[in-house]
């Protein structure tokens, strides 16, 4: 087996589990549910993943690579044009919150016990949005597009409270269209950072 298919196999194993994990919850979903679902044997998903919490550990990371890569994007489009950047950034929130499965994989990770590995990997994730949308601003008052009487981190960590707001009422009303949000989210983030 080569290792593009023993990464196919992995990342098959992985949204099994994040599908299986949303719609059942944790403790409801076994190891032999996400075997079926993801076409493999016991021996192929404990090869990759020794117990269904490490697997849990996995799409959290898948998650924050996929996050990573988008807004390593973002940055680099912030060069030149920041508010481009920052839509690109409110595109990226949109398309997460319009997840079918987001409420339910919200709701595991609520009700799961205390565990190290989970809530290292989730800093990890509010920390990176943090740096870059305060790299955003500062590229943004730099080419004068975006205010400059706040600094770049209190810009930052008001465009995080926006888009946490955005993926919980994606959470609480999963029945709404996110396309509804996507005109007064992008009117809020320009109220936001437009210049005064």
Same mark, same amino acid.
């Given at each position: 087996?080569?290792?593009?298919?023993?990464?196919?196999?992995?990342?098959?194993?992985?949204?099994?589990?994040?599908?299986?994990?949303?719609?059942?919850?944790?403790?409801?979903?076994?190891?032999?549910?996400?075997?079926?679902?993801?076409?493999?044997?016991?021996?192929?998903?404990?090869?990759?993943?020794?117990?269904?919490?490490?697997?849990?550990?996995?799409?959290?990371?898948?998650?924050?690579?996929?996050?990573?890569?988008?807004?390593?994007?973002?940055?680099?489009?912030?060069?030149?044009?920041?508010?481009?950047?920052?839509?690109?950034?409110?595109?990226?929130?949109?398309?997460?919150?319009?997840?079918?499965?987001?409420?339910?994989?919200?709701?595991?990770?609520?009700?799961?016990?205390?565990?190290?590995?989970?809530?290292?990997? %989730?800093?990890?994730?509010?920390? %990176?949005?943090?740096?870059?949308?305060?790299?955003?601003?500062?590229?943004?008052?730099?080419?004068?597009?975006?205010?400059?009487?706040?600094?770049?981190?209190?810009?930052?960590?008001?465009?995080?409270?926006?888009?946490?707001?955005?993926?919980?009422?994606?959470?609480?009303?999963?029945?709404?269209?996110?396309?509804?949000?996507?005109?007064?989210?992008?009117?809020? %983030?320009?109220?936001?950072?437009?210049?005064?």
């Amino acid at each position: 087996m080569g290792a593009d298919e023993r990464r196919d196999r992995r990342s098959e194993i992985v949204a099994a589990a994040y599908r299986l994990f949303a719609a059942h919850g944790y403790e409801r979903t076994s190891t032999a549910q996400i075997c079926r679902s993801a076409a493999v044997s016991s021996g192929t998903f404990f090869h990759y993943f020794p117990t269904k919490a490490a697997v849990l550990v996995a799409v959290l990371e898948d998650g924050l690579a996929h996050t990573r890569e988008a807004l390593d994007r973002i940055r680099q489009a912030a060069a030149d044009d920041a508010i481009g950047a920052l839509d690109q950034w409110c595109e990226h929130v949109l398309a997460e919150a319009s997840d079918p499965d987001l409420a339910g994989f919200v709701a595991v990770l609520g009700g799961l016990p205390e565990d190290a590995r989970v809530t290292a990997v %989730l800093t990890a994730e509010t920390d %990176l949005v943090r740096e870059t949308l305060t790299e955003l601003v500062a590229a943004g008052q730099r080419q004068g597009t975006v205010r400059g009487d706040l600094p770049p981190q209190r810009l930052a960590v008001w465009l995080a409270i926006v888009a946490d707001g955005v993926l919980q009422h994606a959470v609480d009303q999963p029945a709404v269209p996110v396309e509804e949000l996507r005109p007064e989210m992008a009117d809020v %983030l320009a109220r936001l950072v437009r210049p005064r």
